[in-house]
């Protein structure tokens, strides 16, 4: 089956400093990389769409100069969290579509950031 | 009115109970539908897709009409391995570049009992 992973799992970081959280499609080219958020007991948001090669498409009310999207190959995707707050701290997942004739997307395992 | 609306429950039922869950979509071009389940502090996992003439994976059975924007999904026999949140996810673009853009409902939180 198609795999996604992430990285990190999990972590913690001080406020004002950067994250980066890196998606790699192992077994797959992935077209499209989506991000979400899912803050707790709440559903996972799209905060942008990733196509490679191109700019990333943000979803509205995301920032793009605070989340930059770099998705510079078919198998990985970057999402750096600038200048991070606690109100950042959150679940974020990504996930990847195989190519433009499916809507499958795969799920990534999830990041779990904490800003103090 | 938000895209896909869920009961949120919680739902709490015991072991070898039948459950229904049951959403609403606000986008009448969505295009596909689908069920996903997702464990506490984990990423959700396709459990099935929803088709106009309905269909059926074992124990769960999802149903999909369209003119009245409505998704269910039936779970028979609940085993305790199905507590978990379900998702009612929409593929709401039509094509395009946002082809494959998923909405997801709030989902819907189950725990299946002794």
């Known amino acids: 089956g198609a795999v996604v992973s992430q990285h990190p799992s999990w972590v913690i970081c001080k406020s004002g400093t950067s994250v980066k959280i890196e998606c790699r499609s192992l077994d797959f080219q992935a077209t499209t990389m989506f991000w979400y958020r899912q803050f707790p007991k709440q559903s996972l948001m799209l905060m942008a769409t990733s196509n490679e090669g191109s700019k990333a498409t943000y979803e509205q009310g995301v920032e793009k100069d605070k989340f930059l999207i770099n998705h510079a190959s078919l198998t990985l995707s970057t999402l750096t969290v600038t200048s991070a707050h606690p109100e950042d701290s959150s679940f974020y997942i990504c996930?990847?579509?195989?190519?433009?004739?499916?809507?499958?997307?795969?799920f990534g395992p999830g990041t779990r950031l904490t800003v103090l | 009115r938000k895209e896909v609306e869920q009961d949120p429950g919680p739902f709490n039922v015991p072991e070898g109970a039948t459950v229904a869950f049951n959403c609403t979509y606000s986008n009448s071009a969505s295009q596909s539908f689908f069920w996903y389940r997702q464990d506490c502090r984990k990423e959700p996992k396709l459990l099935m897709s929803?088709?106009?003439s309905g269909n059926e994976d074992g124990r769960f059975t999802a149903q999909l009409n369209r003119a009245s924007q409505y998704i269910s999904l039936l779970i028979r026999d609940s085993k305790l391995s199905d507590s978990a949140t379900y998702l009612c996810?929409?593929?709401?673009?039509?094509?395009?570049?946002?082809?494959?853009?998923?909405?997801f409902g709030q989902g819907t939180i189950l725990t299946v009992h002794p």
């Open positions: 996810v929409v593929n709401s673009a039509a094509g395009g570049t946002s082809y494959g853009k998923l909405t």
């Open positions: 929803v088709y106009s």
């Open positions: 996930s990847a579509r195989r190519g433009s004739g499916t809507d499958t997307q795969y």
